[in-house]
């Protein structure tokens, strides 16, 4: 079955960085497009980042996070990740790997990023 397992999070400086990891297993990965959502506390979820499929990779972002965060992948790993730079207060949320076959969706579990002095 489709797993989408997320790592990388946790406690940061305002100003950080951190790495978030999603390994997927159970589909042809390097077919598929990749998302990063995120979700803070008493927010709805929102979309971060997207990378599209193998074919003509190119990656579209959240205006909240242009210039600081960056998605990417590694097909051979079956793996997406987000490069998150100069990290502010406000990128404080639980973070989610994302992908869609259709009209079904997968998730992953989240992993929590809390970014405070």
């Known amino acids: 079955q489709v797993q989408l397992v997320e790592s990388g999070g946790g406690l940061v400086q305002p100003g950080g960085s951190l790495r978030l990891s999603c390994v997927a297993s159970?589909?042809?990965?390097?077919?598929?497009?990749m998302r990063w959502y995120r979700q803070a506390p008493g927010k709805e979820r929102e979309l971060v980042a997207q990378?599209?499929?193998?074919?003509?990779?190119?990656?579209t972002y959240a205006d909240s996070v242009k210039g600081r965060f960056t998605i990417s992948r590694d097909n051979a790993k079956k793996s997406v990740y987000l490069q998150m730079n100069s990290l502010k207060p406000e990128d404080t949320a639980v973070y989610y790997c994302y992908t869609w076959f259709g009209k079904t969706e997968y998730w992953g579990q989240g992993t929590q990023v809390i970014v405070s002095s």
């Open positions: 159970g589909f042809a990965f390097s077919s598929y497009a």
């Open positions: 990378i599209t499929s193998a074919s003509g990779i190119s990656s």
